[in-house]
């Protein structure tokens, strides 16, 4: 995030389009991580981001102290999420128009190993995602933060208004707690696996 | 509920040490020439915090890619506008809602224009390579009927400029990709992906608008098939 865009342009209070846009393309990468932190599993982030730039664009005016922007914003986000999480209602993913596949990423024809690297990448990618939601929100925030290309630890600790030192260790002990989640995700999967490939050959053997 | 509140239990008592906070601020680009050095000889008396460390980077690559690609969406999302009188429009959302039968309309309208033009295509029509992919459509209303081959993407573009210039057409979505597939064999990449169309009308009777639901069977405001009677039965608009 460039440090000069991140900053509240004095015309984006007094509601001047062009500034509050420029603010919007500075924070919207991590206000978009903050919404992953706290929203349902089925809420839709873009849904979730376009209410927030409403909100945004209704409430700028309100924003007295540049200097709580961070802050600000991530209250609309956390909001946003807890509002969706509320009225959060069942929504069926309708785009799933041919195949299932996710669209990844197509560079021509790799091997099968490098596809299967590939393939582990994005799920261990995907797994960490899923158990970083069900960690405290003091240790999910930071870690969503941090996942944001280019977040330093010092903005992280800007926009939840903490020290340096607290986001620090709260990145240590969720990582930490992160990866207790993920050994015992795998082992679960590695024991339902196998309760899995024993129980036709239990079948078969009994009368 | 969200997940949040289904946490687990963890040991959230021990404190980091410095091997954790260290090989933490390196991960995260965060580490001063006095951290690496520390590290290094922690390094020398234990090898093993390489490869914890080389560890601890994998997972943070994996999960970052992961986080990066499920924020990527937000690259498409736009303030709204604010519309004199009309209060804040959610223009992304509206596009979004509206898309579907809009794209379906404008194919409708690009289908209908030759039809009712008598089949007689545009000046230039049926030349160039994208003819090789086109179909076929067959000219009526000349004296010696003949097939015209007008690609999609030419039909395409007459509806947008012409609606441009009528005022009908405000503006096309950026197209949204929902699927693709590799080819193989170094063919290329075969991709599925919805276009839309925001368009502009005057309906002789607006009857208003239903609550339907869309191609996706999500709950959406749609006009009345009226509405779109009207728009395109042609001389109204």
């Given at each position: 995030m460039n440090r000069e865009q991140a900053k509240l342009r004095p015309g984006a209070a007094a509601g001047d389009e062009d500034s509050i846009r420029a603010l919007w393309h500075a924070h919207r990468r991590w206000v978009a991580a903050i919404l992953l932190a706290h929203m349902p599993r089925d809420a839709e982030l873009e849904d979730l981001l376009q209410d927030v730039a409403v909100q945004v664009v209704r409430n700028i005016d309100r924003l007295k102290d540049p200097a709580a922007i961070r802050p600000w914003l991530r209250t609309i986000a956390v909001n946003t999420a807890r509002t969706a999480g509320r009225r959060r209602e069942v929504r069926r993913r309708g785009l799933h128009l041919v195949g299932a596949g996710s669209p990844g990423r197509f560079?021509?024809?790799?091997s099968a190993a490098e596809e299967a690297a590939r393939r582990e990448a994005r799920e261990e990618g995907e797994r960490a995602m899923a158990l970083c939601r069900m960690l405290p929100e003091e240790y999910r925030e930071p870690l969503m933060l941090r996942a944001v290309?280019?977040?330093s630890y010092r903005q992280i600790a800007d926009v939840l208004g903490v020290p340096v030192t607290t986001i620090e260790t709260r990145l240590v002990r969720g990582r930490r707690m992160l990866k207790e989640l993920m050994e015992r995700d795998m082992a679960r999967r590695s024991e339902e696996a196998r309760e899995a490939s024993a129980a036709p050959a239990k079948g078969r053997n009994e009368p | 509920m969200t997940d949040a509140m289904k946490t687990p239990a963890f040991d959230q008592g021990r404190d980091p040490t410095r091997e954790d906070v260290l090989i933490g601020r390196v991960t995260d680009g965060e580490a001063s020439p006095g951290d690496w050095t520390e590290l290094e000889e922690m390094a020398r008396r234990d090898a093993g915090v390489w490869q914890r460390l080389a560890e601890a980077q994998r997972a943070h690559a994996r999960f970052e890619q992961r986080v990066e690609d499920a924020i990527a969406?937000?690259?498409l999302v736009e303030l709204p506008r604010t519309q004199p009188g009309a209060g804040v429009l959610r223009f992304g959302m509206a596009l979004r809602q509206y898309g579907g039968w809009a794209a379906a309309a404008a194919v409708s309208f690009a289908w209908l224009g030759v039809q009712l033009s008598?089949?007689?295509?545009?000046?230039?029509?049926?030349?160039?390579?994208?003819m090789q992919a086109a179909g076929p459509l067959m000219g009526?209303?000349?004296q010696q009927p003949q097939a015209q081959y007008v690609s999609a993407d030419e039909l395409w573009s007459s509806y947008l400029d012409s609606g441009r210039q009528s005022g009908r057409v405000l503006g096309e979505l950026a197209p949204v990709m929902v699927n693709a597939r590799d080819l193989g064999d170094g063919k290329g990449t075969e991709v599925y992906f919805i276009r839309g169309v925001i368009e502009r009308a005057t309906a002789a009777e607006v009857r208003g608008w239903s609550l339907r639901a869309d191609d996706t069977g999500q709950p959406r405001f749609v006009p009345d098939e009226d509405v779109l009677r009207v728009k395109t039965s042609g001389g109204a608009l």
């Amino acid at each position: 995030m460039n440090r000069e865009q991140a900053k509240l342009r004095p015309g984006a209070a007094a509601g001047d389009e062009d500034s509050i846009r420029a603010l919007w393309h500075a924070h919207r990468r991590w206000v978009a991580a903050i919404l992953l932190a706290h929203m349902p599993r089925d809420a839709e982030l873009e849904d979730l981001l376009q209410d927030v730039a409403v909100q945004v664009v209704r409430n700028i005016d309100r924003l007295k102290d540049p200097a709580a922007i961070r802050p600000w914003l991530r209250t609309i986000a956390v909001n946003t999420a807890r509002t969706a999480g509320r009225r959060r209602e069942v929504r069926r993913r309708g785009l799933h128009l041919v195949g299932a596949g996710s669209p990844g990423r197509f560079d021509g024809a790799a091997s099968a190993a490098e596809e299967a690297a590939r393939r582990e990448a994005r799920e261990e990618g995907e797994r960490a995602m899923a158990l970083c939601r069900m960690l405290p929100e003091e240790y999910r925030e930071p870690l969503m933060l941090r996942a944001v290309r280019g977040m330093s630890y010092r903005q992280i600790a800007d926009v939840l208004g903490v020290p340096v030192t607290t986001i620090e260790t709260r990145l240590v002990r969720g990582r930490r707690m992160l990866k207790e989640l993920m050994e015992r995700d795998m082992a679960r999967r590695s024991e339902e696996a196998r309760e899995a490939s024993a129980a036709p050959a239990k079948g078969r053997n009994e009368p | 509920m969200t997940d949040a509140m289904k946490t687990p239990a963890f040991d959230q008592g021990r404190d980091p040490t410095r091997e954790d906070v260290l090989i933490g601020r390196v991960t995260d680009g965060e580490a001063s020439p006095g951290d690496w050095t520390e590290l290094e000889e922690m390094a020398r008396r234990d090898a093993g915090v390489w490869q914890r460390l080389a560890e601890a980077q994998r997972a943070h690559a994996r999960f970052e890619q992961r986080v990066e690609d499920a924020i990527a969406i937000c690259e498409l999302v736009e303030l709204p506008r604010t519309q004199p009188g009309a209060g804040v429009l959610r223009f992304g959302m509206a596009l979004r809602q509206y898309g579907g039968w809009a794209a379906a309309a404008a194919v409708s309208f690009a289908w209908l224009g030759v039809q009712l033009s008598g089949g007689a295509a545009p000046q230039g029509y049926g030349t160039g390579a994208s003819m090789q992919a086109a179909g076929p459509l067959m000219g009526g209303g000349s004296q010696q009927p003949q097939a015209q081959y007008v690609s999609a993407d030419e039909l395409w573009s007459s509806y947008l400029d012409s609606g441009r210039q009528s005022g009908r057409v405000l503006g096309e979505l950026a197209p949204v990709m929902v699927n693709a597939r590799d080819l193989g064999d170094g063919k290329g990449t075969e991709v599925y992906f919805i276009r839309g169309v925001i368009e502009r009308a005057t309906a002789a009777e607006v009857r208003g608008w239903s609550l339907r639901a869309d191609d996706t069977g999500q709950p959406r405001f749609v006009p009345d098939e009226d509405v779109l009677r009207v728009k395109t039965s042609g001389g109204a608009l």
